[in-house]
C-alpha cells in the first residue's frame, strides 16, 4: 500500500481494535493493585511499582524498538512482538511474587508498543485531508482499549482472582498476532541504508530540529503525569475506609474515560481545521477542572466520577492534538517522532506513577491530588506562554518589524 493513500473503514477499524487490545495490557493492574498487594504481601509503595515498571518497559519499547519502523518492513516486525507479549503476560500471570511480578510488567511494556507502531503507520498511509481524523479514529481505539481494560480487568478478578486477567489477556494477544499476521498491509521501508546506531543516533539532531516536537513533548509529558498520578492511586482510594470498594467498582471507574475516547476524533478533526493550538489550551483547563473536582472525592464518589471525566477528556483531547501535529512534521521520520514524544511521556508517567504511591502513603488523598494539579497547572502555565509568545510574533510579522 502507498503511503498517502487513503485508508478504508476496515483497515482503520482494525488498527484502532489492536492499538486497543495492545494498549489494555499497561493498564490491567491498575484497578487490582490492592488485591494484587494482599495477594503478594507488598505494600502500597511495592504496588505502585507495578504501574511504573509496566511504563518503563513502554518507554523502553518506544526507545528502542519503534524507531525500526522508519527502516524495517512493519508487517514483519509486530508479529513477533506479540509473541514475546504472551510470554511477559503468562509470566505475570503466574509470578510468585512482587519481583517477578514487576520483570513481567517491564517485558509486557516493552512488546506492548506494538500500538505506537501502528498509529504512525496509519498516519503515512492516511491522506492529508483525512490524517487528523483517522489518528484520532484510530486513537479512539486504543483509549478505548485502556478504558476497557481497567473495567475488564476489574470485574474478571472479581469473579475469578486477579491471576485470570492476566491469562486471559495473554489468549487475546496471540489471537491478534495471527490475525495481524495475515491483514497487515505489506509496507516498505522509509528510510534505507540508516544502521540501527544511526536511526537511534539521529533521534537527538531530529529533536533539536524540531521546535514544535519539543512543546508537544512536554504538554505530553504534562498529561500523562496527571493521569498516572490519579489511576495509580485510585484503587488505594476505593478501598479505603471512605468507600470500601473492591477492584469491581474500582474498574467500572474507567467508564468516565468514554468521553475522553469519543473526543479523541473530534480533537482529530479540528487539527484537520487549524484550531489546534485553541484545543490545546481547552485540553489543558479540563485537566486543571479534573483535578479540582477529584479533590473533592476523598469523601464524595460523584466528585471522583465527574472529576475523572473531565481530566480524561483534557488529557485524550491534548494527547490527540499533539500527535496529529507531529506526525505532520517529518513524514521520514514518524516512528522516530513517536518515540521522542511518548518515550518521554512515559519517562515522566512512571515517576509520577512511583510519587502518586510515595504521596498517598504520607498524605493520603489530599497529597496525591495536591501532587496531580501541581502538574495540571504547569501544562497551563506551558500554554499560556506559548500563546503569548505566538501573538507577540504575529504582532510583529503584521507590523514587518520581523519577516514572516
Same mark, same amino acid.
Given at each position: 500500500?502507498?503511503?498517502?493513500?487513503?485508508?478504508?473503514?476496515?483497515?482503520?477499524?482494525?488498527?484502532?481494535?489492536?492499538?486497543?487490545?495492545?494498549?489494555?495490557?499497561?493498564?490491567?493492574?491498575?484497578?487490582?493493585?490492592?488485591?494484587?498487594?494482599?495477594?503478594?504481601?507488598? #505494600?502500597?509503595?511495592?504496588?505502585?511499582?507495578?504501574?511504573?515498571?509496566?511504563?518503563?518497559?513502554?518507554?523502553?519499547?518506544?526507545?528502542?524498538?519503534?524507531?525500526? =519502523?522508519?527502516?524495517?518492513?512493519?508487517?514483519?516486525?509486530?508479529?513477533?512482538?506479540?509473541?514475546?507479549?504472551?510470554?511477559?503476560?503468562?509470566?505475570?500471570?503466574?509470578?510468585?511474587?512482587?519481583?517477578?511480578?514487576?520483570?513481567?510488567? &517491564?517485558?509486557?511494556?516493552?512488546?506492548?508498543?506494538?500500538?505506537?507502531?501502528?498509529?504512525?503507520?496509519?498516519?503515512?498511509?492516511?491522506?492529508?485531508?483525512?490524517?487528523?481524523?483517522?489518528?484520532?479514529?484510530?486513537?479512539?481505539?486504543?483509549?478505548?482499549?485502556?478504558?476497557?481494560?481497567?473495567?475488564?480487568?476489574?470485574?474478571?478478578?472479581?469473579? $475469578?482472582?486477579?491471576? $485470570?486477567?492476566?491469562? $486471559?489477556?495473554?489468549?487475546?494477544?496471540?489471537?491478534?498476532?495471527?490475525?495481524?499476521? /495475515?491483514?497487515?498491509?505489506?509496507?516498505?521501508?522509509?528510510?534505507?541504508?540508516?544502521?540501527?546506531? =544511526?536511526?537511534?543516533?539521529?533521534?537527538?539532531?531530529?529533536?533539536?530540529?524540531?521546535?514544535?516536537?519539543? /512543546?508537544?513533548?512536554?504538554?505530553?509529558?504534562?498529561?500523562?503525569?496527571?493521569?498516572?498520578? !490519579?489511576?495509580?492511586?485510585?484503587?488505594?482510594?476505593?478501598?479505603?475506609?471512605?468507600?470500601?470498594?473492591?477492584?469491581?467498582?474500582?474498574?467500572?471507574?474507567?467508564?468516565? =474515560?468514554?468521553?475522553?475516547?469519543?473526543?479523541?476524533?473530534? $480533537?482529530?478533526?479540528?487539527?484537520?481545521?487549524?484550531?489546534?493550538?485553541?484545543?490545546?489550551?481547552?485540553?489543558?483547563?479540563?485537566?486543571?477542572?479534573?483535578?479540582?473536582?477529584?479533590?473533592?472525592?476523598?469523601?464524595?464518589?460523584?466528585?471522583?466520577?465527574?472529576?475523572?471525566?473531565?481530566?480524561?477528556?483534557?488529557?485524550? =483531547?491534548?494527547?490527540?492534538?499533539?500527535? #496529529?501535529?507531529?506526525?505532520?512534521?517529518?513524514?521520514?521520520?514518524?516512528?522516530?517522532?513517536?518515540?521522542?514524544?511518548? #518515550?518521554?511521556?512515559? !519517562?515522566?508517567?512512571?515517576?509520577?506513577?512511583?510519587?502518586?504511591?510515595?504521596?498517598?502513603?504520607?498524605?493520603?488523598?489530599?497529597? !496525591?491530588?495536591?501532587?496531580?494539579?501541581?502538574?495540571?497547572?504547569?501544562? &497551563?502555565?506551558?500554554?499560556?506562554?506559548?500563546?503569548?509568545?505566538?501573538?507577540?510574533?504575529?504582532?510583529?510579522?503584521?507590523?514587518?518589524?520581523?519577516?514572516?
Amino acid at each position: 500500500m502507498q503511503p498517502g493513500a487513503g485508508m478504508d473503514r476496515r483497515l482503520v477499524a482494525l488498527f484502532a481494535v489492536a492499538c486497543g487490545i495492545c494498549a489494555a495490557n499497561l493498564y490491567y493492574a491498575q484497578p487490582l493493585l490492592d488485591r494484587m498487594g494482599h495477594d503478594l504481601h507488598a #505494600s502500597p509503595r511495592a504496588m505502585g511499582l507495578v504501574v511504573t515498571s509496566a511504563q518503563i518497559g513502554y518507554a523502553l519499547g518506544l526507545l528502542f524498538i519503534v524507531p525500526l =519502523g522508519d527502516v524495517t518492513h512493519r508487517h514483519k516486525l509486530i508479529p513477533p512482538l506479540l509473541g514475546v507479549c504472551v510470554v511477559g503476560l503468562l509470566g505475570a500471570a503466574c509470578a510468585p511474587g512482587i519481583a517477578v511480578l514487576w520483570g513481567m510488567c &517491564v517485558l509486557i511494556g516493552i512488546t506492548s508498543v506494538v500500538a505506537q507502531i501502528l498509529v504512525p503507520l496509519a498516519g503515512m498511509l492516511a491522506g492529508a485531508h483525512e490524517r487528523g481524523a483517522v489518528v484520532g479514529t484510530v486513537m479512539s481505539g486504543l483509549l478505548l482499549g485502556i478504558l476497557s481494560g481497567r473495567i475488564v480487568s476489574g470485574l474478571l478478578a472479581a469473579v $475469578a482472582g486477579w491471576r $485470570a486477567v492476566y491469562l $486471559a489477556a495473554a489468549a487475546i494477544i496471540a489471537v491478534l498476532a495471527v490475525v495481524l499476521q /495475515r491483514l497487515l498491509p505489506r509496507d516498505v521501508p522509509l528510510v534505507t541504508g540508516l544502521s540501527y546506531r =544511526g536511526l537511534l543516533g539521529s533521534l537527538w539532531p531530529l529533536l533539536r530540529a524540531e521546535p514544535a516536537l519539543r /512543546r508537544r513533548m512536554l504538554y505530553g509529558a504534562l498529561g500523562m503525569a496527571s493521569f498516572s498520578v !490519579v489511576w495509580t492511586s485510585l484503587a488505594f482510594l476505593m478501598a479505603s475506609p471512605a468507600y470500601g470498594y473492591g477492584q469491581a467498582v474500582t474498574g467500572l471507574l474507567g467508564l468516565a =474515560g468514554v468521553v475522553g475516547a469519543l473526543a479523541a476524533r473530534g $480533537a482529530g478533526r479540528l487539527a484537520d481545521r487549524g484550531h489546534v493550538h485553541l484545543a490545546t489550551g481547552f485540553f489543558q483547563v479540563c485537566i486543571g477542572l479534573g483535578w479540582l473536582l477529584l479533590w473533592g472525592g476523598g469523601h464524595w464518589l460523584v466528585d471522583v466520577i465527574v472529576g475523572l471525566v473531565v481530566l480524561d477528556l483534557g488529557m485524550q =483531547g491534548m494527547h490527540v492534538s499533539s500527535q #496529529s501535529i507531529i506526525y505532520g512534521l517529518r513524514p521520514d521520520a514518524r516512528s522516530r517522532v513517536t518515540t521522542l514524544y511518548l #518515550s518521554f511521556n512515559f !519517562v515522566v508517567g512512571a515517576a509520577a506513577s512511583a510519587a502518586s504511591a510515595v504521596a498517598w502513603s504520607a498524605g493520603g488523598w489530599d497529597a !496525591v491530588c495536591a501532587l496531580g494539579g501541581t502538574f495540571a497547572a504547569a501544562g &497551563v502555565l506551558v500554554w499560556l506562554y506559548e500563546h503569548v509568545v505566538t501573538r507577540r510574533t504575529s504582532v510583529r510579522r503584521a507590523t514587518g518589524i520581523e519577516p514572516a
